[in-house]
C-alpha cells in the first residue's frame, strides 16, 4: 500500500503522516509533495494506492490536481480524499464534481483519517 | 533604533548610554587634583562671603546708631564727624566692590567655559533636527513607523506565518523524539517483561512443589508486583504517546492559522492596490502652491482690528 500526501505546508505533511503511521502503515509506505506540479511528477513516475491532498497549495492547487489525475495518467481511479480548510458546501460540492472520493474539513483526529481512508480502500 | 545588549545591561544599571556623536563633547573629565581646587576655591569664595557679609551687617549696625544720635542733639561737630564716617562707609563700600570684582570674574569664567563647552557642540542641521523631531513622535506613538521592509505590514504577517511553521517543524522534531523514545522504552520493557512472566513461572512450580519454603513464596509476591509495575508503566507510556497525538493534532491550527494569515495579506494588497489606483492622477504632476495659512485654521488668526493695527505699525515704520 502506497500514499502520497500533497500539502504545501511541511507541519501538515508530518501531521497526516504520523496519522496515517499511527493507523498502522510504515513510514516508507508514503511519499509527501508540496504543491500539485511535485505531486504531478511523483504520480508520473510511480504508483499510488490513496492520495491524500490539500486545496490551498501554490503553483498547482488541489483542485487542478484532482482534475488532472482523473482526466489523464495512470490514476485515473486512484482514490483521492482532499484534506483542506475549505469548509463551505460550494467548495465541497466543487471538490466533489472535480472526482474528489472523500473530503475531510481541518482540523482533523485521526479516527476521522481512519475512517475514511477504509471507506475509499474498501470501493 | 535598536538597543544592544550592552547597551540594554547599561541602561538597567543606572549608566548613561552613550549617543553616537554627542557624547564626547558633552562628557567632561576632572581629575582628583582638580576636584580639591576646585573645593578650596569656593571654600576662599565662601569665606570672602562671610567676611562681606560681616561687614556690611557692621555697617548696618552702625548707620541706626548714628540716626540716633542725629535724633538727639546736632552741632557742628557731630555733622563732621558724620561726614567722617560716611566718607569710611563710602571707603567700605568701595572695599566691597573690590572684594565682589575679585568674586565676579570667576563666575563669569564659568560661564564663558560654559558657553565654550556649549559653543564646542556641532551646530545642528534643519534635517537633523527634523529626524529628531520625528523619531521623537514615533516613539511617543504619534507618528506611525515608517514604511520600511521591517515594518511593511505584508512583509511582517510573512515572517510571522515562516517563522510559526518554522517553529512549529521544531516542535514537531522534539514530539516525534519523545515518541522514538517511548517506542524504545516499549520494546525494552517488552524483554523485562517476558524475563519476569518466565521468572514468575519458575517461582510458581518452585511454589508448588515447596510450599513450606518461604522463600519462595515471598519472591513470587516480588515478581507478581514488578509485573504489576511494569503494566503500569506501558500504560503511562500509552497514555503519553496519546497525549503527544493530540499536541501533534493540535498544531494543525498553524496550518489554519497561517492560511488566515494569507487572507488578511490579500485583502491588505488587493486595499493597496485599490487605493493605489484610486489616488493615481493621470495628469502630469506638478507641485501645488499649497497655502500656509487658511482662515479657519487652529492658529492665530489677525482679524479686524488687529490686522489695521499692524498695516498701520508697518506703514508708520515707513
Known amino acids: 500500500m502506497k500514499i502520497l500526501i500533497v500539502d504545501d505546508s511541511s507541519t501538515m505533511r508530518r501531521i497526516i503522516g504520523n496519522v496515517v503511521m499511527q493507523l498502522g502503515f510504515a513510514k516508507d509506505s508514503f511519499d509527501e509533495a508540496e504543491d500539485g506540479v511535485k505531486a504531478w511528477k511523483l504520480l508520473s513516475e510511480g504508483r499510488y494506492d490513496v492520495i491524500l491532498t490539500d486545496w490551498n497549495m501554490p503553483n498547482m492547487n488541489g483542485l487542478e490536481l484532482v482534475k488532472k489525475v482523473r482526466s489523464e495518467g495512470t490514476h485515473l481511479k486512484t482514490p483521492i480524499i482532499m484534506i483542506t480548510t475549505e469548509g463551505g458546501k460550494g467548495e465541497v460540492i466543487t471538490a466533489l464534481k472535480a472526482g474528489v472520493n472523500n473530503y475531510i474539513v481541518k482540523p482533523f483526529n485521526a479516527e476521522v483519517l481512519k475512517e475514511k481512508l477504509d471507506g475509499v480502500l474498501k470501493k | 533604533m535598536s538597543m544592544s545588549q550592552e ?259 490579500s485583502v491588505i494588497r488587493k486595499l493597496s492596490s485599490y487605493l493605489n489606483n484610486l489616488f493615481e492622477d493621470n495628469t502630469p504632476a506638478k507641485d501645488i502652491v499649497v497655502a500656509k495659512h487658511i482662515h479657519g485654521d487652529d492658529t492665530d488668526d489677525l482679524i479686524g482690528d488687529d490686522l489695521d493695527k499692524l498695516i498701520a505699525e508697518f506703514s508708520n515704520n515707513k
Open chain 2, 7 to 265: 547597551e540594554i545591561e547599561a541602561l538597567m544599571n543606572g549608566l548613561d548610554i552613550e549617543d553616537d556623536g554627542d557624547s564626547d563633547e558633552e562628557t567632561v573629565t576632572v581629575n582628583t587634583q582638580e576636584i580639591e581646587e576646585l573645593l578650596s576655591q569656593t571654600e576662599e569664595f565662601k569665606k570672602d562671603d562671610v567676611n562681606l557679609e560681616n561687614e556690611e551687617h557692621d555697617l548696618e549696625d552702625e548707620e541706626p546708631i548714628e540716626l540716633k544720635s542725629n535724633a538727639s542733639s546736632v552741632s557742628s561737630s557731630d555733622i563732621e564727624k558724620l561726614l567722617s564716617e560716611i566718607e569710611n562707609s563710602n571707603e567700605n563700600a568701595k572695599h566691597i566692590e573690590e572684594i565682589e570684582s575679585i568674586v565676579t570674574p570667576s563666575k563669569s569664567s564659568v560661564v564663558e567655559k560654559e558657553i565654550t563647552v556649549t559653543e564646542s557642540k556641532p551646530a545642528r542641521s534643519e534635517d537633523e533636527i527634523a529626524k529628531d523631531w520625528t523619531s521623537s513622535r514615533i516613539n511617543e506613538g504619534i507618528f506611525p513607523l515608517p514604511a520600511e521592509n521591517d515594518t511593511k505590514v505584508v512583509n511582517q504577517l510573512t515572517q510571522v506565518a515562516n517563522d510559526s511553521e518554522e517553529k512549529v517543524s521544531q516542535i514537531f522534531d522534539v514530539l516525534s523524539l519523545t515518541l522514538d523514545n517511548n517506542n524504545e522504552l516499549r520494546s525494552s520493557l517488552k524483554d523485562i517483561e517476558s524475563f519476569i512472566s518466565s521468572e514468575t513461572a519458575l517461582l510458581n512450580s518452585l511454589n508448588s512443589r515447596f510450599p513450606n519454603i518461604k522463600i519462595f513464596d515471598e519472591r513470587l509476591s516480588q515478581a507478581n508486583k514488578v509485573a504489576e509495575t511494569l503494566k503500569n508503566l506501558k500504560s503511562m507510556i500509552n497514555t503519553e504517546d496519546t497525549e503527544i497525538f493530540q499536541a501533534m493534532e493540535l498544531m494543525q491550527f498553524n496550518d489554519i492559522n497561517r492560511q488566515k494569515i494569507e487572507r488578511v495579506m
